[in-house]
T-cell receptor, first 116, second 115 residues
Framework: AQSVSQHNHHVILSEAASLELGCNYSYGGTVNLFWYVQYPGQHLQLLLKYFSGDPLVKGIKGFEAEFIKSKFSFNLRKPSVQWSDTAEYFCAVNSPAGSGYSTLTFGKGTMLLVSP | DTEVTQTPKHLVMGMTNKKSLKCEQHMGHRAMYWYKQKAKKPPELMFVYSYEKLSINESVPSRFSPECPNSSLLNLHLHALQPEDSALYLC??????????????FGPGTRLTVL
């Protein structure tokens, strides 16, 4: 079965610091990869996704992620975080499934706290 | 319209009540999903409907009963719930592409409290 590992459960940064959140997955075949963000009390929002092509993916709010197939990794980065980036971040992988739907496997999440 | 809507936003119910959660999308998606999310945890898949047929039931207790009356609507009927069922219930939909590149779009969720 597919598994997704997020390295840090909690990250605390000061504003303007750089961010990198790690994500590793177990499946060796073709994958679709996602990063979702959940702000306090709010719903899941898609930050960015990788389906194919350029392994460096740019998302919303200045986030980007790099797919490194040889390392089974899809790390999320942002050069300069803001207080408003305080949120829970989930990495997810789309696994092969039956025809007509997909199954997402989520990591356990990383809580990012940005202090002003 | 690229939105998944869910009603109600909040629901408080007793253990003997019967209630329903509703999810709707008008993106022409043919796969719809129910997830349960506890605080500080990732979403857990409960059910998947594909082309209005139940494709996955992740061993969910029978007190949760899904229904897909048409390709745009997904309901979750609740009966005799337990306090530990209190959670955020998320609905999602996707195009149901064969194989890859199938992105799930999430609704805002219904926050359920069982007393």
């Amino acid at each position: 079965a597919q598994s997704v590992s997020q390295h840090n459960h909690h990250v605390i940064l000061s504003e303007a610091a750089s961010l990198e959140l790690g994500c590793n997955y177990s499946y060796g075949g073709t994958v679709n990869l996602f990063w979702y963000v959940q702000y306090p009390g709010q719903h899941l929002q898609l930050l960015l996704k990788y389906f194919s092509g350029d392994p460096l993916v740019k998302g919303i709010k200045g986030f980007e992620a790099e797919f490194i197939k040889s390392k089974f990794s899809f790390n999320l980065r942002k050069p300069s975080v803001q207080w408003s980036d305080t949120a829970e971040y989930f990495c997810a992988v789309n696994s092969p499934a039956g025809s007509g739907y997909s199954t997402l496997t989520f990591g356990k999440g990383t809580m990012l706290l940005v202090s002003p | 319209d690229t939105e998944v809507t869910q009603t109600p936003k909040h629901l408080v119910m007793g253990m003997t009540n019967k209630k329903s959660l509703k999810c709707e999308q008008h993106m022409g998606h043919r796969a719809m999903y129910w997830y349960k999310q506890k605080a500080k945890k990732p979403p857990e898949l409960m059910f998947v409907y594909s082309y209005e047929k139940l494709s996955i039931n992740e061993s969910v207790p029978s007190r949760f009963s899904p229904e897909c009356p048409n390709s745009s609507l997904l309901n979750l009927h609740l009966h005799a719930l337990q306090p530990e069922d209190s959670a955020l219930y998320l609905c999602a939909s996707s195009q149901a592409r064969q194989g890859w590149m199938d992105e799930q779009f999430f609704g805002p969720g219904t926050r359920l409290t069982v007393l």
